[in-house]
């Protein structure tokens, strides 16, 4: 079997929240290719794009590729897409584009793309920011919006003080985590105009090895469309 790398100290590192509500995100023990440097929720988006249709539907057209993972965005421009805005609050490269998510500074209805990989847990206001996704997205545009969530809590719990980063590192692990998601995410995406048609591996009929592709089985795919 593959060996992947932990990401720090991998499930042992989860908070006691996290693991009171059974989070459900990144495979933390199986993380990093120790070969290749991909990360378990690249190869997870790899799994998803390889069934059919959804890189068909980049060749040509124009993506929105929020903190852009280097494998991932490889992938898509492999495509040829028409346009490929790579973005970042805070970019680490020139060819990646500062583009706040709250004001995404695009018109409406000009992309047939958006993806935001484990990217809603860090923005303050999540609800600003799926409503700027939907707007710019076309009517029929998909939005691929991985995040962790816990599918046994109900309602979202949010920590968005700047005074609060010992309290979030304590809640969700990470200090730069802002929220972690219940079940009622679906529900916030959808009032912003983006239907949910994902699933799991089982309901998408995709069969995968988990331990050898060192990804977690319980992510959901967080597909939608406008």
Not at 130 to 145: D, F, Q, S
């Amino acid at each position: 079997m593959q060996q992947f790398l932990p990401y720090h100290q991998g499930y042992a590192a989860l908070s006691p929240l996290q693991k009171a509500v059974q989070l459900v995100g990144s495979d933390l023990d199986n993380f990093g290719c120790p070969h290749c440097g991909s990360t378990d929720r690249e190869r997870h988006l790899f799994i998803y794009l390889s069934q059919p249709g959804l890189l068909q539907r980049i060749a040509g057209g124009k993506v929105l590729h929020f903190a852009p993972e280097r494998y991932l965005r490889l992938l898509v421009q492999q495509q040829q897409p028409q346009e490929h805005i790579l973005a970042d609050m805070y970019p680490n490269s020139a060819e990646i584009q500062k583009i706040d998510m709250l004001d995404i500074g695009f018109p409406d209805n000009h992309f047939d793309l958006v993806i935001a990989n484990h990217v809603l847990e860090h923005v303050h206001d999540y609800q600003q920011a799926v409503r700027e996704l939907t707007r710019v997205l076309k009517p029929g545009g998909r939005a691929i919006l991985q995040t962790p969530y816990s599918s046994i809590l109900p309602s979202t719990i949010v920590e968005e003080s700047t005074s609060s980063v010992v309290t979030r590192e304590m809640l969700f692990g990470q200090s730069d985590h802002v929220r972690l998601y219940g079940t009622d995410i679906f529900t916030i995406i959808a009032s912003a105009g983006l239907k949910y048609i994902g699933g799991n591996h089982q309901t998408l009929g995709i069969e995968v090895d988990a331990g050898q592709l060192g990804i977690n089985p319980a992510e959901p795919f967080f597909l939608y469309e406008k």
